[in-house]
């Protein structure tokens, strides 16, 4: 929900990607959060899960141009990482804090 995990309220991003240095609503120091490449990993998993079985399946059902398919394919696997990506970081820094790792 790209919400503070300690208090549920304040946002944990500032921008698209940049994780404020803490919480505006309780305070909490989330200066600790170190996500790296983890969220683009698995965004990119969960991604080529969703996007490479609709290739059987429109091919299945349909008979269309490989062009076609292919742009298609592109813009939904975009817009599809740019959606989850920050809230696959923010599981992330949940997580983090959750379990206690790197000084939170
Ligand atoms: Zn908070």
Do not use: E, N
């Not at 549920?8 to 803490?22: A, I």
């Not at 965004?43 to 008979?63: D, E, H, Q």
């Amino acid at each position: 929900m790209l919400k503070c995990p300690s208090c549920g309220q304040g946002k944990v991003l500032s921008g698209y990607l940049t994780v404020k240095d803490q919480c505006a609503h309780c305070g909490q120091d989330l200066s600790h959060a170190r996500t790296d490449d983890g969220p683009a990993y698995f965004t990119l998993l969960v991604v080529v899960a969703i996007v490479f079985p609709m290739f059987g399946l429109i091919y299945s059902l349909f008979t269309p141009r490989p062009l076609w398919v292919a742009l298609f394919m592109v813009v939904l696997s975009t817009a599809l990482a740019l959606v989850l990506l920050p809230r696959v970081k923010g599981v992330f820094i949940g997580f983090q804090w959750a379990k206690r790792l790197h000084g939170f």
